[in-house]
């Protein structure tokens, strides 16, 4: 950094191989100069490196983000609850030998009529 009448100029070295070193190239590359804040780098840069430094001093901030957090947590708690309390489980006694019918062999293999209807429906799609 150097000083110049107030003026402090620094460097600003992106490597666009990783990832969020790209997205903040992307950034500055896309951002709407139409707005004051995006006017230049410079701007865009201050405006970003303020907000950061302000979210991390501001605790209060840090309180809408856990508030958030935290509706959204009671918000998918509320929904699991109340999806489970309309869900209705009914047991099936176990058995000792499993019931087969007698049109169905008991290596469930399906008979040529079985096997027909089941082409035919295949068929329909």
């Known amino acids: 950094m150097s000083k110049n009448g107030g003026v402090f100029t620094t460097t600003l070295r992106l490597n666009l191989k990783n990832p969020?070193?790209?997205e903040a190239w992307d950034n500055l590359m896309y951002a709407d100069s139409s707005l004051p804040q995006y006017r230049s780098y410079t701007?865009?840069?201050v405006t970003a490196i303020n907000d950061h430094f302000?979210?991390?001093?501001?605790?209060?901030?840090?309180?809408e983000e856990t508030a958030l957090l935290?509706?959204?947590e009671e918000t998918?708690?509320?929904?699991?609850?109340?999806?489970?309390r309309k869900l209705?489980?009914?047991?099936?006694?176990a058995t000792?030998?499993?019931?087969?019918?007698p049109e169905t062999p008991k290596?469930?293999?399906?008979?040529?009529?079985?096997?027909?209807?089941?082409e035919a429906f295949l068929d329909c799609f």
């Open 70 to 72: 935290k509706k959204i």
């Open 107 to 118: 290596d469930n293999t399906p008979n040529d009529e079985n096997r027909a209807a089941i």
């Open 76 to 84: 998918v708690r509320w929904t699991i609850t109340d999806c489970l």
């Open 88 to 93: 209705s489980v009914t047991p099936v006694p």
């Open 54 to 63: 302000s979210r991390i001093n501001r605790p209060e901030g840090h309180g």
């Open 43 to 45: 701007r865009t840069i």
């Open 20 to 22: 969020q070193d790209q």
């Open 96 to 101: 000792a030998e499993p019931k087969y019918s």
